[in-house]
């Protein structure tokens, strides 16, 4: 836990050296989110964002690396795993609305990805398509039905 929190502290410091400011309120809501700690109606009302808002990344542009390294290709819905604002793991969505037992299908693979990749990374089902992520949706309320193209 020690090495997790010295990774955050430096995250945090290099995205402050750097006037990324949106990322550092990005990762505290995430660590407060991990630790279902709560952020008051105040705090909240002072972010000057959408609440429908969520880029866990620091681009959604993905470079070729990338792409290659996690076979990004499909267009359509990922889960990512990511760690310090960076894709640690990423998996085609397998399923579809039309899917007999759709919800729970969803349910036991969120279930199993998250434990395969860990408490450390942050969980999300994003859409991709020519290269971007144009769509991030946490993943404990991820609706892949939700996004019409």
Same mark, same amino acid.
């Given at each position: 836990?020690?090495?997790?929190?010295? =990774?955050? *502290?430096?995250?945090?410091?290099?995205?402050?050296?750097? @006037?990324?400011? +949106?990322?550092?309120?990005?990762? &505290? $809501?995430?660590?407060?989110?991990?630790?279902?700690?709560?952020?008051?109606?105040?705090?909240?009302?002072?972010?000057?964002?959408?609440?429908?808002?969520?880029?866990?990344?620091? =681009?959604? *542009?993905?470079?070729?690396?990338?792409?290659?390294?996690? @076979?990004?290709? +499909?267009?359509?819905?990922?889960? &990512? $795993?990511?760690?310090?604002?960076?894709?640690?793991?990423?998996?085609?969505?397998?399923?579809?609305?039309?899917?007999?037992?759709?919800?729970?299908?969803?349910?036991?693979?969120?279930?199993?990805?998250?434990?395969?990749?860990?408490?450390?990374?942050?969980?999300?089902?994003?859409?991709?398509?020519?290269?971007?992520?144009?769509?991030?949706?946490?993943?404990?309320?991820?609706?892949?039905?939700?996004?019409?193209?």
């Amino acid at each position: 836990m020690k090495q997790l929190d010295d =990774t955050f *502290r430096e995250s945090l410091m290099l995205a402050l050296d750097e @006037d990324r400011h +949106d990322d550092l309120v990005l990762m &505290i $809501a995430n660590r407060l989110r991990s630790r279902q700690l709560v952020v008051s109606k105040h705090a909240r009302a002072a972010l000057p964002v959408n609440k429908d808002l969520c880029q866990p990344l620091c =681009t959604n *542009r993905l470079t070729q690396s990338e792409i290659q390294t996690f @076979d990004i290709r +499909d267009n359509g819905w990922h889960i &990512i $795993a990511v760690q310090s604002c960076r894709i640690a793991g990423a998996e085609l969505f397998p399923f579809t609305v039309k899917d007999p037992d759709y919800r729970e299908r969803i349910e036991d693979y969120v279930g199993s990805l998250s434990k395969y990749y860990g408490d450390e990374s942050d969980m999300f089902g994003a859409y991709h398509r020519g290269g971007m992520f144009l769509d991030f949706q946490h993943l404990h309320e991820f609706r892949p039905e939700c996004r019409h193209d």
